[in-house]
């Protein structure tokens, strides 16, 4: 039985910058080709968080990641090109001139790595409630925009907050694909900034903490490889 539809997909091939959306895509068992395929270090920090990102840098929540050469499903092991549009002009990604602009931005030192399985914190797919997203924005008094959140999957289920988390343990079927959903998104301080102007607002983390003990959204893996696309029904 249908619980609700597909609303957004959107995808982030560089960690912490702006994302794409798209009309449909085609998963596997390690997540949607390309999404965060590159991200930023920080030179000389071992610890397991190594990640550089708006936290950082909020600058990087302006720059567009475009991709380019051979950016198909087909070709998930070869990196793409990609050019970054940033407010300060273009750059490819793995010139010295974007490492130098982000170094310029932040005041520290990054470099960039790739994985074609991903650089994700925890799993390979997240998906979120549009119902999850309005009620922490409203709460926070902010523009209710799934970007914020920096999900995979955005899914409308009805009127309920955080009815996903009730998702846990199980298999959801959405278009041509199966999920395993694992645990809730605990989240961040990313969640504060906002995606438009990269600005912090602590109250949206304040209030997902009080309504929701800091998690929004659902960590989850492929258990069935196949294409899923906005409109599609979400089947639990």
Known sequence: MSIGTITHIARYPVKSMRGESLDSVEVDFVGLPFDRAFAFVQEGLYTSFPWFTARDCPQMLLCQPV?????????????????????????????????????????????????YRGCQDVAYVSVISTATIRALSEAAGVEA????????????????????????????????????VHEPDRRCNMITLSPETGESTPAVLKKAGELNNANAGMYCSVLVEGRIAVGDSVTL
């Open 67 to 115: 991709l380019s050469g051979g950016a198909s499903p087909e070709h998930r092991h070869k990196p793409p090109s990609v050019n970054v549009v940033t407010p300060e002009g273009e750059f490819d990604l793995t010139s010295p001139e974007m490492r130098a602009k982000l170094q310029e931005w932040s005041g520290k030192a990054p470099a960039l790595r790739t994985d």
């Open 145 to 180: 925009d799934h970007r914020r959140f920096r999900m995979n999957l955005i899914v409308e289920i009805g009127d309920e907050p955080f009815a996903e988390n009730a998702w846990a343990g199980k298999a959801v079927t959405i278009g041509g694909a199966t999920i395993a």
